[in-house]
């Protein structure tokens, strides 16, 4: 069993960053791909970023493509999402999700993921 902490949701003026933070408790970390994923109201929850097990590959969201950074620290069980020039569109709950035995790949299908985290708020204003 996983059980994943998100932090560093807040609200941010356009152009601005964040830095949200996924803890995760258990001794498996780094043998599971992670990912972020976002909803915004009224919307499907929506793929955003993933990062492999080892790290060593990640994936992105056309929408989010050069302004996001997935990133992990297996030694502090800690997943990292940077967002820099956010945008109004970009307001949405942010989910982190893991799955496990994740190996070398990553993955931008929800279904797959097998432990959720509650979520934390961004809201992006004009």
């Known amino acids: 069993q996983v059980q994943l902490v998100e932090s560093g949701g807040g609200l941010v003026q356009a152009g601005g960053s964040l830095r949200l933070s996924c803890a995760a408790s258990?001794?498996?970390?780094?043998?599971?791909?992670m990912g972020w994923f976002r909803q915004a109201p009224g919307k499907e929850r929506e793929f955003v970023a993933t990062?492999?097990?080892?790290?060593?590959?990640?994936n992105y969201a056309d929408s989010v493509k050069g302004r996001f950074t997935i990133s992990r620290d297996n030694a502090r069980n800690t997943v990292y999402l940077q967002m820099n020039s956010l945008k109004p569109e970009d307001t949405a709950v942010y989910y982190c999700?893991?799955?496990?035995?994740?190996?070398?790949?990553?993955?931008?299908?929800?279904?797959?993921?097998?432990?959720w985290g509650q979520g934390t708020q961004v809201t992006v204003s004009s």
């Open positions: 990062i492999s097990a080892s790290g060593g590959r990640t």
């Open positions: 258990g001794r498996t970390f780094s043998s599971y791909a």
């Open positions: 999700a893991a799955k496990s035995l994740g190996g070398s790949g990553t993955y931008t299908y929800s279904y797959v993921y097998d432990y």
